[in-house]
C-alpha cells in the first residue's frame, strides 16, 4: 500500500506533479479518514472502504469524486486516502510480453536493445502497455558518447 498524508484537508500544501503522480482516474483507494467524508446515494462511505476514484479536481477542497462496488458516490480530500497498490498484470500482447520477460532477465534495456534483440520498434509504447498494466518502470534519461541522448528502462522489484 503506498502511504500518503496531508495533515490539512486544504490542497495549498500538494503540488500539482504530486497530486498526479499519487492519484488517477480508474484507480483504487482505501479510506483513512472519515472526518471530512460526503457520501451520496446508498450507505456512503466509511473508514477501511475501498472505492474507485471516478474524477480528479484539483481546484477544490473535495478534490476526489469516488464510487463504492454498491454505486454509493460521494468526494475525498486528499488527506483521506490512502492509494491501494494492485499486483501488476501479465501482459497479453506477444510484444510486450517479450519486453518484460526481457526486462526480468535484464534489469534495464534500451530501444536499440529491444530492437536488436527482438525486433520490437517501439519499446516506449510497450513500456507505457506494461505501465497501464501496473508494473513499476522507470525511465533514465542517459547521452552517449556522441551527445546522443536515449532512454533505459529499469524494471522495479515488486
Known amino acids: 500500500m503506498i502511504r500518503f498524508v496531508c495533515n490539512q484537508p486544504n490542497l495549498q500544501q500538494l503540488s500539482r506533479e504530486t497530486i498526479m503522480n499519487k492519484f488517477r482516474i480508474g484507480q483504487k483507494v482505501r479510506i483513512t479518514n472519515t472526518l471530512f467524508v460526503n457520501g451520496k446515494g446508498g450507505k456512503g462511505f466509511s473508514f477501511g472502504d475501498v472505492v474507485e476514484i471516478i474524477e480528479l479536481d484539483r481546484t477544490g477542497h473535495w478534490p476526489i469524486h469516488a464510487k463504492t462496488a454498491d454505486g454509493s458516490t460521494g468526494l475525498l480530500g486528499y488527506n483521506e486516502v490512502d492509494a491501494v ?44 502497455d506494461l505501465k497501464r498494466l501496473g508494473h513499476k518502470i522507470v525511465t533514465e534519461m542517459k547521452m552517449d558518447p556522441t551527445g546522443q541522448k536515449y532512454a533505459r528502462y529499469h524494471l522495479q522489484a515488486a
Open 85 to 128: 497498490e494492485e499486483p501488476a498484470k501479465e501482459p497479453t500482447a506477444p510484444m510486450a510480453k517479450a519486453v518484460l520477460d526481457l526486462l526480468r532477465r535484464k534489469g534495464a534495456i534500451t530501444s536499440l536493445e529491444a530492437q536488436g534483440v527482438l525486433r520490437c520498434r517501439q519499446l516506449p509504447a510497450r513500456v507505457l
